[in-house]
């Protein structure tokens, strides 16, 4: 019998720690299939978040490495400049990334880092109990902002595509979201593209992906990826930001 | 073959660091460590090594992190500001028992300070100073020469017993210039890491994390931890006594402090006081069990710093109150004189009045 759809050989055979209608284990399964049909498994190392994919390190079947809270492009960079000939990405989610790890994506792409960073964009603090990101849209409930984020009272949401795009380090730069079939497979395009950059030595490649939280949105699956697509995406655009030749 | 040079204590450690094998070096500029990362920028490449001046100390610890993971002897350097910054990753290294080095050129605060040399450290590199149950493998050089062969030994103890370790000096030791003999080679320790993350090939995954959510695990994970700076604490200490034998007064100091109290020492003699020297090198682990001889046999000591009383602390702890011991310290990036040490050492050696007349009350019954 034909085999026509398996576990990617970079995903780990264990049960992942997500609540029910989260996409991180979309996102994982992605990042695997591309290990994967690149053949680049035994040469990959993963840098891991803090934050709800915290066990990432157990998800992976390459080898990973935990990093304190948006740091990891830091020690994407000492990896990376130590074994250039390997493949090195980073998953983080938006409070990693927006907001401890701000000055470590910055600077990682001003240097032109050669990694790979796979940025997950749920506009919420998942793990602490759903509090304010610095992606949380203006409007939004959270626990921190109860009667909505105020951008007077409480700034701003950071557009992380849009910020690192010009930085002249950067190399891809997209956002896609995981809403529907049709997106995922765009997202894993996406993905597949920001590994190739790497491996073309082409200087940091960044994917966001627009990601559910039903948890700490207090939605039921199917109407958290409505939310995505009807309320979160056309604050945050889907597409190429950049792209180099 | 020896070549003889004069050379800054900043330049030494990064010679010493190089010959030891490290080849990559995550810095952020602070006075007075800025020559480590500037002779790095020049020397790390020419040895095939890799240089990244970080956006911050946070960054730069974390570089360490990612390179300490790839398996390679890694390393970065500040001063007592930078090195608050780093700690957070230190806690880290710590907790996902990896081997590095953090040089801390020390100087004076607390906050922003001076640019002074100090001692006040201490605590911070001996104790932990981040989160969690960890300590560092800690060196003190007192000279230029020493600023080249601590490197290697701080690496060595750092891959054996899996750790970061530090080189805690000051701006003395770190701008002072000295002739020094370099070798041409030194010959490399360099253990095998099977643990290391440096692509799955030929193996199953590697995983480096210091994240162990079921308390069991951590705690197994931390008994490790403390079991490594058991074995440590038996092997590794090194230290240095000088005229001790027949002295009443110990100074124990450590880094420049302690060059300065030998002087005071041989001052001391030259009045017939009798006064000896305990420099501790490596501060952690701690000389513990030799100045508890010490102690037994009669001694009584004055710990000199330059800091509010630190090191005094484990001296303390080490001799449990088997002899009296004193403390002298200068604050603010105050250098003590050999002369301000000897009055100290005087006052103490020099009865009391009211014990020179016990003293003559007795005789004279």
Redesign the interface.
Request: proline share 6%; charged share 20%; aromatic share 8%.
């Given at each position: 019998m034909k085999v026509v759809f398996s576990r990617p050989r970079a995903l780990s055979d264990v049960t992942m720690a997500y609540c029910q209608g989260c996409t991180h284990g979309i996102a994982h399964r992605l990042v695997a299939e591309v290990i994967d049909e690149l053949g680049i498994l035994e040469r990959t190392i993963g840098i891991c978040p803090v934050g709800c994919s915290v066990f990432l390190y157990q998800y992976m079947e390459c080898d990973m490495i935990e990093a304190s809270h948006g740091r990891a492009p830091a020690v994407a960079t000492g990896v990376k400049r130590v074994l250039p000939d390997r493949v090195v990405f980073t998953y983080q989610g938006d409070g990693d990334l927006a907001a401890i790890g701000t000055a470590e994506i910055i600077h990682a792409a001003a240097r032109g880092e050669n990694i790979t960073v796979v940025f997950i964009n749920n506009t919420t603090y998942g793990m602490t109990g759903g509090q304010m990101a610095p992606t949380t849209i203006p409007g939004q409930e959270t626990t921190t902002t109860p009667g909505g984020r105020d951008p007077i009272k409480a700034g701003n949401p950071i557009k992380v595509c849009e910020l690192l795009a010009p930085i002249e380090g950067t190399a891809y730069i997209a956002r896609a979201s995981l809403t529907s079939p049709a997106n995922v497979m765009k997202a894993k395009k996406a993905i597949k593209t920001a590994f190739e950059m790497q491996l073309a030595g082409k200087g940091l490649s960044l994917v966001e992906l627009l990601s559910s939280c039903p948890t700490q949105w207090g939605m039921p699956p199917l109407e958290a990826l409505k939310h995505v697509d009807e309320v979160i995406t056309p604050y945050y655009p889907l597409g190429e930001f950049k792209r180099v030749n | 073959m020896t070549t003889k040079v004069l050379m800054k204590g900043n330049e030494a450690v990064v010679r010493g660091a190089i010959a030891a094998g490290c080849?990559?070096f995550?810095g952020y500029p602070i006075t007075p460590q800025n020559e480590v990362p500037e002779y790095m920028s020049k020397y790390m490449p020419e040895a095939g090594g890799?240089f990244?001046q970080?956006?911050?100390e946070?960054?730069?610890i974390?570089?360490?992190?990612?390179?300490?993971?790839?398996g390679?002897r890694?390393m970065t350097s500040s001063s007592s500001p930078g090195i608050s910054l780093k700690m957070?990753?230190i806690s880290?290294l710590a907790g996902?028992q990896l081997p590095c080095l953090i040089v801390n050129v020390q100087r004076g605060g607390p906050g922003l300070g001076n640019i002074a040399p100090s001692q006040s450290d201490y605590f911070q590199a001996v104790k932990g100073g981040g989160h969690g149950d960890y300590k560092m493998y800690t060196f003190a050089p007192w000279s230029v020469k020493e600023m080249f062969e601590h490197p290697s030994l701080a690496f060595e103890v750092a891959d054996k017993y899996r750790g970061p370790a530090m080189i805690l000096t000051d701006a003395i030791i770190g701008q002072m210039l000295e002739p020094i003999e370099i070798p041409e080679k030194i010959e490399l320790n360099l253990p095998p890491k099977p643990w290391a993350?440096?692509?799955?090939?030929?193996r199953g995954?590697?995983?480096?994390?210091?994240?162990y959510i079921v308390p069991e695990d951590l705690e197994r994970i931390n008994l490790e931890i403390q079991a490594n700076y058991k074995l440590a604490t038996e092997r590794e200490v090194r230290f240095q006594e000088f005229w001790i034998d027949d002295a009443n007064l110990v100074l124990v100091a450590y880094g420049c402090v302690a060059r300065i109290s030998r002087t005071t020492m041989t001052m001391a003699r030259e009045k017939g006081l009798k006064v000896g020297l305990f420099r501790p090198i490596t501060l952690f682990p701690f000389p513990s069990k030799q100045l508890l001889e010490l102690a037994k046999s009669g001694k009584h000591f004055l710990v000199v710093e330059m800091s509010a009383g630190q090191m005094v602390e484990d001296v303390r702890l080490s001799v449990n109150g088997e002899a009296e011991v004193d403390f002298y310290g200068r604050l603010g990036g105050i250098v003590p004189s050999p002369n301000e040490i000897l009055e100290e050492v005087e006052k103490l050696l020099k009865p009391s009045l009211y014990q020179v007349m016990a003293s003559a009350k007795t005789s004279t019954n």
């Amino acid at each position: 019998m034909k085999v026509v759809f398996s576990r990617p050989r970079a995903l780990s055979d264990v049960t992942m720690a997500y609540c029910q209608g989260c996409t991180h284990g979309i996102a994982h399964r992605l990042v695997a299939e591309v290990i994967d049909e690149l053949g680049i498994l035994e040469r990959t190392i993963g840098i891991c978040p803090v934050g709800c994919s915290v066990f990432l390190y157990q998800y992976m079947e390459c080898d990973m490495i935990e990093a304190s809270h948006g740091r990891a492009p830091a020690v994407a960079t000492g990896v990376k400049r130590v074994l250039p000939d390997r493949v090195v990405f980073t998953y983080q989610g938006d409070g990693d990334l927006a907001a401890i790890g701000t000055a470590e994506i910055i600077h990682a792409a001003a240097r032109g880092e050669n990694i790979t960073v796979v940025f997950i964009n749920n506009t919420t603090y998942g793990m602490t109990g759903g509090q304010m990101a610095p992606t949380t849209i203006p409007g939004q409930e959270t626990t921190t902002t109860p009667g909505g984020r105020d951008p007077i009272k409480a700034g701003n949401p950071i557009k992380v595509c849009e910020l690192l795009a010009p930085i002249e380090g950067t190399a891809y730069i997209a956002r896609a979201s995981l809403t529907s079939p049709a997106n995922v497979m765009k997202a894993k395009k996406a993905i597949k593209t920001a590994f190739e950059m790497q491996l073309a030595g082409k200087g940091l490649s960044l994917v966001e992906l627009l990601s559910s939280c039903p948890t700490q949105w207090g939605m039921p699956p199917l109407e958290a990826l409505k939310h995505v697509d009807e309320v979160i995406t056309p604050y945050y655009p889907l597409g190429e930001f950049k792209r180099v030749n | 073959m020896t070549t003889k040079v004069l050379m800054k204590g900043n330049e030494a450690v990064v010679r010493g660091a190089i010959a030891a094998g490290c080849r990559a070096f995550f810095g952020y500029p602070i006075t007075p460590q800025n020559e480590v990362p500037e002779y790095m920028s020049k020397y790390m490449p020419e040895a095939g090594g890799v240089f990244v001046q970080a956006e911050s100390e946070v960054a730069a610890i974390n570089m360490v992190y990612g390179a300490a993971c790839a398996g390679v002897r890694a390393m970065t350097s500040s001063s007592s500001p930078g090195i608050s910054l780093k700690m957070e990753g230190i806690s880290y290294l710590a907790g996902a028992q990896l081997p590095c080095l953090i040089v801390n050129v020390q100087r004076g605060g607390p906050g922003l300070g001076n640019i002074a040399p100090s001692q006040s450290d201490y605590f911070q590199a001996v104790k932990g100073g981040g989160h969690g149950d960890y300590k560092m493998y800690t060196f003190a050089p007192w000279s230029v020469k020493e600023m080249f062969e601590h490197p290697s030994l701080a690496f060595e103890v750092a891959d054996k017993y899996r750790g970061p370790a530090m080189i805690l000096t000051d701006a003395i030791i770190g701008q002072m210039l000295e002739p020094i003999e370099i070798p041409e080679k030194i010959e490399l320790n360099l253990p095998p890491k099977p643990w290391a993350t440096t692509g799955a090939k030929g193996r199953g995954r590697n995983s480096i994390t210091s994240l162990y959510i079921v308390p069991e695990d951590l705690e197994r994970i931390n008994l490790e931890i403390q079991a490594n700076y058991k074995l440590a604490t038996e092997r590794e200490v090194r230290f240095q006594e000088f005229w001790i034998d027949d002295a009443n007064l110990v100074l124990v100091a450590y880094g420049c402090v302690a060059r300065i109290s030998r002087t005071t020492m041989t001052m001391a003699r030259e009045k017939g006081l009798k006064v000896g020297l305990f420099r501790p090198i490596t501060l952690f682990p701690f000389p513990s069990k030799q100045l508890l001889e010490l102690a037994k046999s009669g001694k009584h000591f004055l710990v000199v710093e330059m800091s509010a009383g630190q090191m005094v602390e484990d001296v303390r702890l080490s001799v449990n109150g088997e002899a009296e011991v004193d403390f002298y310290g200068r604050l603010g990036g105050i250098v003590p004189s050999p002369n301000e040490i000897l009055e100290e050492v005087e006052k103490l050696l020099k009865p009391s009045l009211y014990q020179v007349m016990a003293s003559a009350k007795t005789s004279t019954n």
